[in-house]
């Protein structure tokens, strides 16, 4: 029945049969997380480090209505381009698909469809949380509540730094998703490597990472886990100089009511605005250095199933 509304292209289905390292790549990004040209080419960029790295990507959206996995050049360029593309999270599946419309993946419908697909490890660009505020909006991130359900591993840069970071890890804790560091002891805050919090282990090592990936699953134990990949030192920003951004950011989208799921892209374009385009630099490298890592715990995963 799934069948009928998942369309997996070639390569990403042979790689799945063969059991060769596959990695899920989201789309929101492409579409409403950066500009045109810089998102398509960050999309193109991400794919090859991947196969550079022993990896088969596949870039996840949908389109007509059909939930794809592994998107061409030409798709992307498409998403990269069109304004009509629904930002899509779990509650907007079902009606995109009914509704034959175009939608880009957040990190909570990626983990679906990667899941239908088979996929299990999912590299991106940094996890939704609590948002600032929530003890009055109730406004928390779908990705998380996804984590503790979908048995996929999401290689992140931490939580967004328009968040919570504190209350998002006790919401983590709470579903029992484990928070783990890769060579850190602190959670990054995805433009910076420092937030001052805690995760809940460190793993030196990709190897690492993929057997407790197998251990978890292996023992039924239901649900994703998040794997905290810091900045490279020289790409990230000056933590004040972010924070500062950051609650200029929030307060003017507190003045005009923006919520929901548009205020991940109005707080992002915004602090990009605020730092001068430096934030979408750091923005991209943090992406880059997050396919390098999902490759290789993806080719390490491979090796033990």
């Known amino acids: 029945m799934i069948k009928k509304y998942l369309d997996i292209n070639t390569e990403v289905k ?5 059991g060769n390292p596959v ?8 579409s409403h997380g950066m500009p045109y040209p810089e998102n398509v080419k960050t999309a ?4 090859k480090i991947i196969r550079d790295n022993g ?12 939930l794809k996995v592994g998107l061409t050049k030409e798709e992307i360029e498409y998403l ?9 999270s779990r509650r907007d599946i079902s009606f995109i698909v009914a509704k034959k419309s175009d939608g880009a993946t957040t990190v909570a419908s990626t983990m679906i469809i990667a899941s239908l697909a088979g996929i299990k490890v999912f590299a991106t660009g940094g996890i939704g949380g609590v948002h600032r505020g929530a003890a009055e909006t109730f406004d928390i991130s779908a990705d998380l509540e996804e984590l503790a359900e979908t048995n996929v591993a999401v290689v992140c840069a931490g939580a967004k730094s328009i968040l919570d ?9 709470t579903h029992g998703v484990p928070v783990v560091g890769y060579k850190t002891v602190e959670m990054p805050a995805f433009y910076t490597r420092k937030s001052g919090f805690k995760v809940d282990y460190m793993a030196d090592s990709p190897e690492e990472i993929a057997f407790a990936l197998k251990a978890k699953w292996d023992l039924g134990l239901k649900g994703g886990m998040v794997v905290a990949n810091p900045i490279e030192e020289q790409y990230q920003m000056d933590y004040d100089t972010i924070a500062d951004a950051i609650d200029k950011a929030v307060k003017e989208a507190e003045e005009k009511g923006i919520k929901g799921k548009e205020a991940t892209p109005f707080l992002l374009s915004k602090v990009k605005e605020i730092t001068g385009g430096d934030s979408l630099k750091s923005n991209i490298m943090l992406v880059y250095n997050n396919a390098l890592l999902g490759a290789k715990i993806a080719v390490e995963f491979s090796k033990l199933s």
Not at 80 to 88: E, L, Y
Not at 165 to 173: A, C, K, N, S
């Open 80 to 88: 990269g381009k069109a304004k009509n593309v629904i930002k899509t």
């Open 165 to 173: 970071i504190g209350l998002t890890l006790e919401y983590l804790e």
């Open 23 to 30: 990695v899920a790549l989201e789309s929101t990004i492409i």
């Open 44 to 47: 193109l960029n991400v794919e």
């Open 14 to 18: 042979e790689a799945l049969k063969n």
């Open 55 to 66: 990896a088969v990507p596949a870039t996840i959206a949908i389109l007509n209505g059909i």
